[in-house]
Structures are given as structure tokens and as C-alpha cells.
């Protein structure tokens, strides 16, 4: 069965400092993996995605992240913080018969 | 236009009655899920359909009730709801292959009192 593990309930950096939200997987076969990120009342939307290639893929609003096959993560990451990015994130594993799990989310909270 | 819709946003009922929430996407997905989120914000799914048929039915109580019509709507009927049953939840579609990410909509907030 796949899974994911996101270690951390709650992040907190200050603005202008790099951030990084960590993702651990397990599944199958190749990994499909995805970021998403919630705001408040909102439903998820979708941040970005590994799926083959280079391992380190960007994505949405200056987001990055970087797969780790040995350590079979998906870090997520960003160089610099901006207030606007504290939200929910939930990292995602989809296997190739388009199943989803979710890990537990982690709030980001950027301080001004 | 909204490329998943879910109504009503905001449901709240008293226990035992039935009740229903709607879905639709008009981004010409064949494969839509429900999923609730608790109060805690885990995120947990339900259901799965491609193309009008069942794929997932994680282990949901069978108060819980997906239909759909067709591919661009996915509807979840709920019978005899319980305090437990309040949550948000979520209708999602994506391509039916597993390489593309899913869309959410905007969830419908239940509550149960």
C-alpha cells in the first residue's frame, strides 16, 4: 500500500528566509508526486509535480522540489518566504491507476 | 468558469436527515473523487469514478452513497447523518492516468447538529 509522511504539523520561518516542507513516500513502482497547497476556505489547488526527469522540478508562486529517490522524498522548498505562502500543504502520492493518499498536511507560517 | 463546482458550499442539517451534495467539472475529466476533510485537516478520500463507474470505495459507511449520471458529474447522497458526518468535503476530478494532478473544488462545509 503507498503512503506518504509529512513529519512536520507546523512550519515556521521568517519572511525572506528559505523554507522547505518535508514529504516522505512509499509506493510501488514509479512515483508519481504532487504539492498542493490550501488556503484558508479553499479547496486544494496544485502546486507541482514529479513524475520523470530532472529531480528537481518547479513549480507554482516560486515553489520547488526535490525528488530524492534513495531517501524516497519530495521536499518541497522555496529560496525565499513570503507572507502570502502561509497555507496548508499536503504532498500526494498517485500510483499509475490514478490513486491518490494525501499525507497529513503541514502549516507553513511565514512571520513578517 | 469554475472548472470544478460543488453545492451547496455551506450544508447544516440535523442528525438523521439525508442529504445531498452536488458535483459537476467542465474540464472533460474521466475520473472524479470524493474526499472529506476533518477537523484536524486530514485529507482522506471516498471515492473514485471513471467514466461513471466505481474505481475506489475506500471504507466509508454505507450511509454514503456516490452517484454518477455522468462523466462531468459526481454526486454524494448521505443517509442518516451523524454528529461525525460534519466535515468539508471535496469533489476532485483528473485525467484518468496517474501522471496529471487533480482539481479540487471548493468543498462543502457540513455540519451536523
Not at chain 2, 71 to 88: M, R
Request: with cysteine; aromatic share 12%.
Amino acid at each position: 500500500a503507498q503512503s506518504v509522511a509529512q513529519p512536520e504539523d507546523q512550519v515556521n520561518v521568517a519572511e525572506g528566509n528559505p523554507l522547505t516542507v518535508k514529504c516522505t513516500y512509499s509506493v510501488s513502482g514509479n512515483p508519481y508526486l504532487f504539492w498542493y497547497v490550501q488556503y484558508p476556505n479553499r479547496g486544494l489547488q496544485f502546486l507541482l509535480k514529479y513524475i520523470t526527469g530532472d529531480n528537481l522540478v518547479k513549480g507554482s508562486y516560486g515553489f520547488e522540489a526535490e525528488f530524492n529517490k534513495s531517501q524516497t522524498s519530495f521536499h518541497l522548498k522555496k529560496p525565499s518566504a513570503l507572507v502570502s505562502d502561509s497555507a496548508l500543504y499536503f504532498c500526494a502520492v498517485r500510483d499509475w491507476k490514478g490513486k491518490s493518499t494525501f499525507g497529513d498536511g503541514t502549516t507553513l507560517t511565514v512571520k513578517p | 468558469d469554475t472548472a470544478v463546482s460543488q453545492t451547496p458550499k455551506y450544508l447544516v442539517t440535523q442528525m438523521g436527515n439525508d442529504k445531498s451534495i452536488k458535483c459537476e467539472q467542465n474540464l472533460g475529466h474521466d475520473t472524479m473523487y470524493w474526499y472529506k476533510q476533518d477537523s484536524k485537516k486530514f485529507l482522506k478520500i471516498m471515492f473514485s469514478y471513471n467514466n461513471k463507474e466505481l474505481i475506489i470505495n475506500e471504507t466509508v459507511p454505507n450511509r454514503f452513497s456516490p452517484k454518477s449520471p455522468d462523466k462531468a458529474h459526481l454526486n454524494l447522497h448521505i443517509n442518516s447523518l451523524e454528529l461525525g458526518d460534519s466535515a468539508v468535503y471535496f469533489c476532485a476530478s483528473s485525467p484518468a492516468e496517474g501522471r496529471t494532478e487533480a482539481f479540487f473544488g471548493q468543498g462543502t462545509r457540513l455540519t451536523v447538529v
